[in-house]
């Protein structure tokens, strides 16, 4: 079109342009239909920009002859010109397309790696593997297989389902490692990869359709080799993590079977003792002796009871079942109701209190707050000296009120009064946080508090909580 209308236009003016000058202008048309149409829109071009040079402005006019030598050497130049601008401008064309085929190689290379570095599962992975396969060289269908005691499985798909008929045939035909150029069925056009491990087949990858070039095959190729290593690391990721869980659980059990031998010990001998003293020797006992007798059975049982209570309770912890259901409630009144729990095993005298007047009403779950000073009490009774004094003590700070509860005893070293609150830590001075401590920690984290151990002023240790603080205006609301 634009060798017509070049000619339209310089038409009327054949007459004061000479032919040299023509020949020069009909190269344009030319040069452009091959930027813009390629090598064969080009040729075309220059086959009609020569016959209307020809035809209209080189005499004689009118016909496709050539009169002069001139007139030879004027067009035997322009098709030289624009032979060579064509050449040139197709081998920047294959240049340009060549590029972009490297830039979307290395797209694909950098997708499909960044893909088999993520830390995933390894049923995520294979589905991962699937969808880049299909989305990133645009295949009908993608199926992955893998091998389950030495009989191929289908692990994931994406694209265009299978049929049954196919699935039949991969899952009895994929059995050994193939080529991708190795078709299962020409009929149904399915051909596969092998993902192998340093000679070990994993799994194989099958295509549906021949959407796919050499360039393509080569760089499937490359993804499989990079797939199975992938395959292989999840794999080995979830067999370590296996590991380290089953480890875990060992050391829990063995740490359990410790809690256990060492907490309920005591309490079970001496309930054996006194309960064969009394069976054996109930003739020859005195009243006092035996109302002794059953006063320590029934002092054990209770200690029994509440560490069984601790179990269960560490049970619905680790389960999530457990919930905080906060109500106002005086810090003395929660005292009270945690010193009755474990009156049986108090002597007189034991206890002091340093609750001062005026206290400001807490906001927390009784029964969590109430299990937190059964449990430090019961572990201050543990471990203070004969005779020694257990002090109860509540301060306001702030909007919040600090409790305490302060032993005699020897103390927790300071390298070990963060790790005491773990389950079953034993410290330098012989002692064992059990899982008193652990749980009095997760119930005031409950509330959004803190606890923590310091030594008490007279030697010893002392345990102090944070409670939530009620201001009185919130109280009368």
């Not at 091959?34 to 009118?62: C, K």
């Not at 010990?265 to 002794?292: C, D, G, M, N, Q």
């Not at 009490?377 to 004969?386: F, G, I, K, T």
Request: charged residues 20%.
């Amino acid at each position: 079109m634009a060798a017509v209308a070049l000619t339209i236009v310089l038409l009327p003016l054949r007459g004061e342009v000479n032919v040299s000058t023509v020949t020069l202008i009909f190269i344009i048309p030319g040069i452009g239909a091959e930027v813009v149409g390629g090598i064969t829109a080009g040729l075309a071009t220059v086959l009609l920009s020569a016959s209307l040079l020809d035809f209209f402005f080189i005499p004689p006019y009118g016909t496709l002859s050539i009169g002069s030598t001139q007139n030879w050497v004027g067009l035997g130049v322009y098709l030289v010109v624009v032979a060579l601008v064509g050449v040139t401008v197709w081998r920047l064309k294959q240049a340009h397309a060549e590029a972009q085929r490297r830039a979307l190689s290395l797209r694909r290379v950098y997708e499909l790696s960044e893909l088999l570095v993520r830390d995933e599962s390894t049923e995520d992975l294979l589905h991962s593997i699937v969808e880049a396969v299909h989305n990133v060289f645009e295949i009908e269908s993608v199926a992955l297989f893998v091998l389950d005691e030495e009989r191929p499985t289908l692990a994931a798909a994406a694209g265009l389902p299978f049929t049954s008929e196919e699935l039949h045939q991969l899952e009895s035909g994929v059995g050994h490692a193939v080529g991708l150029s190795t078709a299962l069925s020409s009929a149904a056009n399915l051909k596969t990869v092998s993902l192998s491990v340093s000679g070990r087949p994993v799994g194989v990858l099958v295509f549906k359709g021949d959407h796919y070039s050499d360039e393509d095959r080569e760089m499937l190729f490359t993804f499989a080799n990079d797939a199975a290593i992938a395959m292989e690391r999840a794999d080995l990721r979830e067999q370590a993590r296996r590991s380290s869980l089953l480890e875990e659980i060992d050391q829990l059990r063995q740490a359990v079977m410790g809690a256990v031998s060492h907490d309920l010990r005591t309490p079970l001998a001496t309930i054996k003792v006194a309960s064969s003293t009394l069976v054996s020797r109930a003739t020859h006992l005195s009243e006092t002796a035996s109302h002794e007798l059953h006063e320590l059975i029934d002092l054990e049982t209770d200690r029994l009871t509440r560490l069984l209570s601790n179990l269960l309770d560490m049970t619905r912890i680790e389960a999530g079942f457990f919930q905080v259901r906060t109500t106002t409630h005086e810090v003395a009144d929660l005292v009270d109701d945690a010193l009755s729990a474990v009156a049986a095993g108090l002597r007189h005298g034991r206890i002091q209190l340093d609750l001062p007047v005026g206290l400001p009403s807490v906001d927390v779950d009784p029964v969590l707050i109430t299990q937190v000073l059964v449990n430090l009490v019961d572990n201050a009774q543990r471990h203070s000296p004969e005779g020694g004094v257990i002090t109860i003590a509540a301060r306001p700070r702030g909007d919040d009120v600090i409790v305490s509860v302060e032993d005699q005893g020897s103390g927790v070293p300071a390298a070990d009064r963060e790790a005491i609150f773990n389950r079953f830590v034993h410290s330098d001075t012989g002692g064992r946080s059990g899982l008193g401590l652990t749980i009095a920690k997760t119930f005031v984290e409950a509330h959004g508090q803190r606890i923590w151990c310091e030594e008490a002023p007279g030697g010893g240790a002392r345990f102090a909580f944070t409670l939530p603080g009620v201001r009185p205006e919130e109280e009368v609301s």
